[in-house]
T-cell receptor
Framework: AQRVTQPEKLLSVFKGAPVELKCNYSYSGSPELFWYVQYSRQRLQLLLRHISRESIKGFTADLNKGETSFHLKKPFAQEEDSAMYYC??????????FGTGTRLKVLA | SAVISQKPSRDICQRGTSLTIQCQVD?????MFWYRQQPGQSLTLIAT?????????ESGFVIDKFPISRPNLTFSTLTVSNMSPEDSSIYLC???????????FGPGTRLTVL
């Protein structure tokens, strides 16, 4: 069965510290991988997608096919990064399966 | 990108009644989706809204409970029928941006069933 695991429900870090939000997936085929973010009182929005290999707001995500992981990283956390983060693989039919989400709290 | 609006933004309904949620996209899109986010949980896909044909439902969701319409390429509705308190959730609409395969989400409809 297709499955996405985000093991941490809550991750608290201090401002300026590195951040890593974990995502492991179990998927048939080669899914496209996305990270979505939801800031307080805002709608869910795309943060980044694997195929673009881009860095958004200082975040990057590396696909490790051997470990089937797509962890989200940022070297220096900012208070404005506090939000809910969802990992979402997408099948060839463009349907997403969302992980359970990780709430990131960046402390001053 | 695509800008998506939903109506209503929230509602409180009585058990046994039905509520129709509207989703409007500011551009024509081929694929639209409906999700449910129950309290404290992640998003679960309900169905894919297909233009000109019946929606495609995910396991655990049926047309009688969640009828969906998609009359054109910019609009869709989801009806939550014969509601019970277990239907209290946030319901989200999304649309696929054809050029980038990225889904854009509406603000959600917060439904409370008493």
């Amino acid at each position: 069965a297709q499955r996405v695991t985000q093991p941490e429900k809550l991750l608290s870090v201090f401002k300026g510290a590195p951040v890593e939000l974990k995502c492991n997936y179990s998927y048939s085929g080669s899914p496209e991988l996305f990270w979505y973010v939801q800031y307080s009182r805002q709608r869910l929005q795309l943060l980044l997608r694997h195929i673009s290999r881009e860095s958004i707001k200082g975040f990057t995500a590396d696909l490790n096919k051997g470990e089937t992981s797509f962890h989200l990283k940022k070297p220096f956390a900012q208070e404005e990064d506090s939000a809910m983060y969802y990992c979402a693989p997408s099948s060839g039919t463009y349907k997403y399966i969302f992980g359970t989400g990780t709430r990131l709290k960046v402390l001053a | 990108s695509a800008v998506i609006s939903q109506k209503p933004s929230r509602d409180i309904c009585q058990r046994g009644t039905s509520l129709t949620i509207q989703c409007q996209v500011d551009s024509q899109v081929t694929m639209m989706f409906w999700y449910r986010q129950q309290p404290g949980q992640s998003l679960t896909l309900i169905a894919t809204a297909n233009q000109g044909s019946e929606a495609t439902y995910e396991s655990g969701f049926v047309i009688d409970k969640f009828p969906i319409s998609r009359p054109n390429l910019t609009f869709s509705t989801l009806t939550v029928s014969n509601m019970s308190p277990e239907d209290s959730s946030i319901y989200l609409c999304s649309a696929l941006a054809d050029s980038t395969d990225t889904q854009y989400f509406g603000p959600g409809t917060r439904l409370t069933v008493l």
